[in-house]
């Protein structure tokens, strides 16, 4: 594990959770580069993803690291209940409910229906840490921008299409994605040259 990467402060996370009735998975940089990805720059923070039943629920666990309150964060493209906290010097930002609107889509983070069935696990110091769904990521980054991010969550993809194409044809089912933005994320998961059509032969995950 690259020692850029903070590690102990999401062993302490892992093992301040654990047993607790929330469900949670970790996004952002830091779950791109414990999937060995390389970025241009060491994750800063920790980004952890639950629905909206399980805020409170991680925020009281949490509470003795707590830089805030839990509140209702809306921006243009965001919508979510936002939270901070410190750990072992490494910021944490919980993230509930988390929504994104851009480019004639929606999408919304479902954590205990999909994304933590789905999630990929990884052991961290002994804690065994779910690792959101690479589709999610994938989708996540063309919403915000960022084609860069993009591209190194499609080459992830390509390294175990059986693994991730299935989830991310059911991501892109489950929510409203436009058209654009569907063939630009199946473009980069595939990497060819022509956007294919979602694939009617895979099984759905759950």
């Not at 999937?35 to 800063?44: H, I, N, S, T, V």
């Not at 072992?88 to 609107?101: K, Y």
Request: hydrophobic share 40%; aromatic share 6%; with cysteine.
């Amino acid at each position: 594990m690259g020692i850029d990467l903070p590690a102990s402060a999401l062993a302490r996370l892992a093992a301040m959770l654990d047993g607790c009735k929330a469900t949670w998975v970790v996004g952002g940089s830091t779950g791109l580069v414990l999937r060995g990805a390389k970025l241009d720059r060491a994750p800063r923070d920790l980004d952890i993803y639950v629905d909206n039943a399980s805020v409170s629920i991680v925020h009281e666990r949490l509470s003795s690291y707590a830089l805030d309150e839990p509140v209702d964060n809306q921006t243009e493209r965001y919508q979510s209940i936002l939270s901070h906290y410190n750990i072992i010097g490494t910021q944490v930002e919980l993230v509930g409910d988390f929504r994104v609107s851009a480019y004639q889509s929606l999408y919304t983070t479902e954590v205990s229906p999909f994304l933590f069935p789905n999630s990929d696990k990884i052991s961290v110091e002994g804690y065994e840490v779910p690792l959101v769904p690479l589709g999610h990521e994938l989708i996540f980054n063309l919403l915000r921008d960022r084609k860069d991010r993009a591209e190194v969550v499609g080459h992830l993809i390509r390294q175990a299409p059986e693994r991730h194409l299935p989830i991310l044809h059911a991501l892109l089912k489950r929510n409203s994605i436009s058209s654009d933005i569907a063939a630009e994320a199946l473009n980069l998961a595939n990497n060819v040259a022509q956007y294919p059509s979602p694939s009617s032969s895979n099984k759905e995950p759950v």
